[in-house]
């Protein structure tokens, strides 16, 4: 039964349907390729999470290597030899790195993980240790890369701001001597990371300009036009899309996390700890059945970006929510602000180092009876 998972979330990755704000450029590569003309060698996605640039990737790695791809140019076959093989992991025509990685949703999966056991904790940093790209995984891609031959060879470094120097010093090489045929793709959450010697060298692709209205549609969509089961206006939507810089896959798992619907809530318990109506204890208490602590802070960082605002002279992000009526009335100073901010950190690195829930959430509260 597990396995029927795991080949469903790779189903997913490589037959999805297109994300429609990225139709123009799936027609733009697609009709270039049909037309004889290569893509660029490497190419580079970019850009914050939430914007679709993996699902982007999954779909045109699969169509590129698809046997029927010049009569299906919407997206990959999903029956021929090669999409099989890409449904059963083992296409010989595909490299990926960093290696342990499954091209799946793993970056959802390890948000909304909450890992408070010692043994889940450890798995995490085990993943992380893992995800580092080292030399001698770019140099056991070499064999691959130019082993000659016909058909089309795909390279694809995940995360690859994760290269050691050393990687990306060996990488280098083979970007500049491009093969026929071997095609290289680069994602990057956070390409400022990512050597400037390595970005001059592969094209970036423009995935980063989502127009509004599609954005909206497609969120609203995607929604269910409710949030919470509560019938929402595209004011709603709009706003929960800038909350998240205008990526609409973030947006729609924004609305679907259990703190979103929690931040009038918060407003209140910010206040009665503030006027000393509500013991820090009771608050903790109180919060520890609505949400955990990753959540919590979560929901508090988010108050805590519109609150600096407010504070800066902007308008609020947050029109749904009693913001500026609360801050009409008291505004926390600077220093409060920062200690709040501190502590949030504080308490992430506090839940690494296993420090129970239930001890962590009292102190916080004690912390945003100061703010
Ligand atoms: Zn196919």
Same mark, same amino acid.
């Given at each position: 039964?597990?396995?029927?998972?795991?080949?469903?979330?790779?189903?997913?990755?490589?037959?999805?349907?297109?994300?429609?704000?990225?139709?123009?450029?799936?027609?733009?590569?697609?009709?270039?390729?049909?037309?004889?003309?290569?893509?660029?060698?490497?190419?580079?996605?970019?850009?914050?999470?939430?914007?679709?640039?993996?699902?982007?990737?999954?779909?045109?790695?699969?169509?590129?290597?698809?046997?029927?791809?010049?009569?299906?140019?919407?997206?990959?076959?999903?029956?021929?030899?090669?999409?099989?093989?890409?449904?059963?992991?083992?296409?010989?025509?595909?490299?990926?790195?960093?290696?342990?990685?499954?091209?799946?949703?793993?970056?959802?999966?390890?948000?909304?993980?909450?890992?408070?056991?010692?043994?889940?904790?450890?798995?995490?940093?085990?993943?992380?240790?893992?995800?580092?790209?080292?030399?001698?995984?770019?140099?056991?891609?070499?064999?691959?890369?130019?082993?000659?031959?016909?058909?089309?060879?795909?390279?694809?470094?995940?995360?690859?701001?994760?290269?050691?120097?050393?990687?990306?010093?060996?990488?280098?090489?083979?970007?500049?001597?491009?093969?026929?045929?071997?095609?290289?793709?680069?994602?990057?959450?956070?390409?400022?990371?990512?050597?400037?010697?390595?970005?001059?060298?592969?094209?970036?692709? $423009? +995935?980063?300009? %989502?127009?509004?209205?599609? &954005?909206?549609? @497609?969120?609203?969509?995607? *929604?269910?036009? #409710?949030?919470?089961?509560?019938?929402?206006?595209?004011?709603?939507?709009?706003?929960?899309?800038?909350?998240?810089?205008?990526? $609409? +896959?973030?947006? %729609?798992?924004?609305?679907? &996390?259990?703190? @979103?619907?929690?931040?009038? *809530?918060?407003? #209140?318990?910010?206040?009665?700890?503030?006027?000393?109506?509500?013991?820090?204890?009771?608050?903790?208490?109180?919060?520890?059945?609505? +949400?955990?602590?990753?959540?919590?802070?979560?929901?508090?960082?988010?108050?805590?970006?519109?609150?600096?605002?407010?504070?800066?002279?902007?308008?609020?992000?947050?029109?749904?929510?009693?913001?500026?009526?609360?801050?009409?009335?008291?505004?926390?100073?600077?220093?409060?602000?920062?200690?709040?901010?501190?502590?949030?950190?504080?308490?992430?690195?506090?839940?690494?180092?296993?420090?129970?829930?239930?001890?962590?959430?009292?102190?916080?509260?004690?912390?945003?009876?100061?703010?």
């Amino acid at each position: 039964m597990k396995n029927t998972g795991i080949v469903d979330a790779t189903e997913n990755i490589y037959f999805a349907p297109l994300l429609p704000w990225q139709e123009a450029l799936w027609s733009q590569l697609t009709t270039r390729v049909q037309s004889q003309q290569p893509l660029p060698h490497a190419l580079l996605a970019a850009g914050m999470q939430g914007m679709g640039k993996r699902a982007f990737v999954w779909r045109l790695i699969a169509w590129l290597l698809c046997r029927e791809r010049a009569t299906h140019p919407a997206g990959a076959c999903a029956k021929c030899e090669s999409c099989q093989w890409l449904r059963s992991g083992t296409h010989p025509s595909l490299q990926v790195l960093p290696i342990v990685r499954m091209p799946s949703s793993t970056e959802s999966t390890d948000n909304t993980e909450k890992s408070n056991s010692k043994t889940k904790d450890k798995k995490a940093s085990q993943s992380n240790s893992a995800l580092k790209i080292k030399i001698d995984d770019i140099r056991a891609l070499q064999p691959f890369i130019y082993q000659g031959g016909q058909g089309i060879r795909i390279c694809v470094l995940d995360q690859a701001e994760q290269m050691t120097i050393a990687a990306a010093n060996a990488l280098l090489k083979t970007l500049e001597e491009p093969q026929s045929q071997v095609h290289l793709f680069l994602i990057s959450d956070t390409p400022a990371q990512l050597l400037p010697t390595i970005k001059s060298r592969v094209q970036q692709l $423009p +995935l980063q300009t %989502i127009d509004t209205t599609v &954005a909206v549609d @497609y969120v609203t969509h995607a *929604l269910g036009h #409710t949030i919470n089961r509560e019938a929402v206006s595209t004011a709603a939507i709009e706003q929960l899309i800038q909350l998240a810089n205008g990526a $609409p +896959l973030a947006a %729609i798992a924004m609305a679907q &996390a259990p703190w @979103y619907s929690k931040r009038s *809530l918060w407003l #209140t318990t910010w206040q009665a700890l503030r006027s000393g109506k509500r013991s820090s204890v009771a608050a903790s208490d109180y919060w520890q059945n609505q +949400l955990s602590i990753v959540e919590f802070m979560q929901l508090s960082e988010m108050m805590l970006l519109d609150i600096r605002r407010v504070r800066l002279g902007l308008q609020e992000l947050q029109k749904d929510v009693n913001l500026s009526n609360v801050l009409e009335s008291y505004q926390p100073t600077d220093s409060g602000l920062e200690a709040f901010a501190s502590s949030l950190q504080q308490t992430k690195i506090a839940l690494q180092q296993n420090v129970q829930e239930k001890f962590a959430y009292d102190k916080l509260m004690q912390e945003l009876a100061y703010l």
